[in-house]
């Protein structure tokens, strides 16, 4: 029989390319989909895949508990969340509400089933804040001190779930997962921002292009690399919690020399500074150590930072 995996967030970066990834190994994919006003914006990411989507939000338990008991599946995969650090400052309260309680609600639906569902939560290096271990990297016993209402509401999702496995023998797992980045991220996060900003500047559609905090450092890799670590880590034999990363670090600062020389730029040129970007409480350096997983589970990226920019680049020079 087929494995059933229900996906939160399915209409997202990671939804998509988690999706494909499932759909190849013979899984049937069911998604969880929010209402839009613009239908477009509900599925343009994943209206040509084979997949079954229910409308539903995590803060309406009536609506998750429906959908997990009619799906029953045998993975859920909770990738839902108020997902943008910088907007989290401006909705603190259902940032909060989505991106803890929701957590909650999707526990205690997959503990109502009677049968054994395996859990996998999307957590986030955000929930390490400015703190790094005396190597220069953070994982998993990295002290967890955020710097945004984002990162705190992660850090109560990532402690539901070890609870969740350890009072109730679920099968609850946690990605720590470092910045991945696509063709497919939202134009308002960084690094789309950036790449869609100077094709438009190659091609004359503007002028400049501004941004906020130029020296914060990041550990950047690619979402389709990091959808196989979260089927790895939720099919692994027993539940724990793994970091993701590329081990690697690079400023806002370096995303911008590289995207502009790929189209023969100089990013000094065009960029200035708009204080609105500006966190109120910055994180300023985040590069994992993920070890555990390349050793244990044996993951390891195939895109280079290098290769996921130029990708990037040619996605948004085929479409402006």
Not at 13 to 37: C, K, M, P
Request: aromatic letters at 8%.
């Amino acid at each position: 029989m087929k494995k059933i995996a229900l996906i939160t967030g399915i209409s997202g970066q990671d939804g998509s390319y988690l999706s494909e990834l499932l759909l190849a190994q013979g899984y049937e994919v069911h998604g969880i989909i929010r209402r839009n006003s613009l239908p477009e914006n509900q599925d343009s990411r994943i209206k040509d895949l084979d997949v079954i989507t229910h409308y539903g939000d995590l803060l309406d338990a009536a609506s998750i508990n429906r959908i997990v008991n009619e799906v029953q599946p045998d993975e859920v995969y909770n990738l839902a969340a108020q997902s943008h650090v910088r907007i989290s400052f401006d909705m603190p309260s259902f940032t909060i509400q989505t991106n803890a309680l929701g957590v909650l609600n999707m526990l205690e639906a997959c503990r109502s089933l009677k049968k054994r569902v395996k859990f996998y939560q999307a957590s986030s290096s955000e929930m390490f804040g400015n703190s790094i271990d005396e190597d220069g990297y953070q994982r998993k016993t990295t002290p967890m001190n955020p710097t945004s209402p984002y990162g705190c509401a992660k850090v109560m999702a990532y402690n539901l779930c070890k609870h969740y496995r350890k009072a109730y023998d679920m099968h609850v797992c946690n990605g720590i997962l470092f910045n991945h980045e696509s063709p497919r991220r939202g134009s308002n996060f960084v690094t789309n921002k950036i790449v869609k900003g100077a094709v438009e500047i190659k091609k004359g559609k503007r002028k400049t292009l501004a941004l906020g905090n130029l020296d914060a450092s990041r550990d950047w890799g690619h979402s389709k690399d990091y959808v196989k670590a979260m089927h790895l880590i939720t099919n692994h034999e027993s539940p724990s919690d793994w970091t993701v990363a590329t081990g690697e670090s690079r400023t806002i600062r370096d995303m911008c020399e590289i995207t502009f020389k790929v189209l023969d730029m100089d990013y000094r040129d065009y960029i200035t500074i708009d204080s609105r970007y500006l966190r109120p409480h910055e994180l300023n350096f985040l590069k994992g150590d993920s070890s555990e997983i390349r050793n244990v589970l044996g993951w390891k990226p195939e895109y280079t930072f290098d290769s996921m920019v130029g990708e990037m680049v040619n996605h948004w020079m085929e479409i402006i």
